[in-house]
């Protein structure tokens, strides 16, 4: 079973990296939290369910999954940083 996901072990740590990024949005925008970590739960059940039952038929497209998955981290986490630089130049004046 580890052999079959091997290749995707790379996008699920940078995935969970972008769980935090996300969370601290949350916090930031200030979500409540029940709400977020209910649908915070939700959603990794969704993704739990999709990756077993999904990953016969996703490892032909394993190159394509990892390039964009990999995409969305990199843009959300871009989309964190430029979110956060109002309140960085805020902290310092």
Not at 64 to 88: D, T
């Amino acid at each position: 079973m580890f052999a079959e996901i091997k290749q995707f072990s790379i996008l699920i740590l940078f995935g969970n990296i972008e769980n935090l990024i996300l969370a601290a949005q949350g916090v930031d925008a200030h979500v409540d939290p029940l709400g977020l970590a209910c649908l915070s739960l939700l959603a990794v059940v969704c993704w739990f369910l999709i990756g077993t039952f999904g990953t016969r038929v996703a490892i032909k497209y394993a190159r394509y999954i990892n390039f964009i998955g990999g995409l969305a981290i990199f843009i959300l986490g871009v989309q964190a940083m430029l979110e956060s630089i109002p309140g960085i130049l805020a902290f310092f004046h």
